[in-house]
């Protein structure tokens, strides 16, 4: 799987996909990740990315012309050319079938909101020798011409908002790079999650048997794989009707 992110803060991104399962999928190659720094396209002299809005209101705004030059970037490696070979015609002609086009991905609060059939979805890129570009938003967003231009897959991660797009990034990559078959160390291990058949995980134990006084439920020492299967479908169920159901109604 090739990702690319493009943000104004690359060393946010870096240091949490160095890490953890996330880190050793790199080390491997199971996962393609270059991230892209919007200010290294910028224009401006004082490598300025933002500007007031029109209009009026609080805070800044992305500008255009530098993210709109990074993902000519994105364009120039993914289709092995020169970055002066890829003309503005190429970036934003949509139907150009002869150009190699990511699945671009802007973090948006305003966009779909990201769920597993989102992940299974976007994991999918990965069969199809399909990279995804992942767009960080930053102060009050970016200018609408970027979206109306590269009309970019909105995705939000949650009703609430964040002060920018790398932290929603990385658990976009995080998510969907789990479905690459060897990033997790058994590849069935993802298949009795939270979400996967619209129900909660069931509770887990590891040693002691007992700890502050509260056991290991006696059916998960009972040796019994199909009681243990039962009881961990039932407790599935119990804590899905307590939390969220509205995951039963699927």
């Not at 491997?28 to 396209?41: P, S, T």
């Not at 004082?46 to 993902?71: A, N, R, S, V």
């Not at 939000?156 to 998510?175: F, H, K, Q, R």
Request: charged share 30%.
């Amino acid at each position: 799987m090739k990702f690319y992110v493009l943000t104004i803060f690359p060393e946010l991104i870096d240091n949490i996909m160095n890490e953890s399962i996330m880190g050793r999928a790199r080390e491997k190659g199971l996962i393609d990740l270059k991230v892209l720094n919007i200010r290294d396209y910028t224009n401006d002299k004082h490598l300025k990315t933002d500007d007031y809005c029109y209009g009026g209101g609080m805070g800044m705004l992305m500008t255009p012309q530098p993210i709109f030059d990074t993902y000519k970037a994105v364009l120039s490696d993914l289709n092995n050319k020169d970055i002066g070979d890829i003309t503005d015609s190429d970036v934003i002609d949509l139907d150009n079938e002869s150009i190699i086009r990511p699945h671009l991905i802007y973090t948006s609060p305003k966009g779909r909101v990201f769920t597993q059939e989102v992940v299974k979805e976007l994991a999918r890129c990965n069969d199809e020798d399909k990279a995804i570009a992942i767009l960080c938003g930053h102060y009050e967003g970016i200018d609408e011409r970027i979206i109306e231009l590269l009309k970019p897959d909105e995705i939000s991660i949650g009703d609430y908002v964040l002060t920018g797009g790398e932290l929603p990034s990385c658990i976009m990559m995080d998510a969907i790079a789990r479905l690459i078959p060897g990033v997790l160390n058994k590849e069935e291990s993802h298949m009795d999650e939270s979400f996967e058949n619209n129900t909660l995980e069931y509770p887990q134990y590891t040693r002691p048997e007992e700890f502050m006084g509260l056991r290991v439920p006696e059916v998960l020492l009972s040796g019994d794989h199909k009681t243990v299967d039962d009881w961990r479908r039932e407790q599935s169920l119990i804590k899905t009707k307590e939390v969220r159901p509205d995951l039963l109604d699927k």
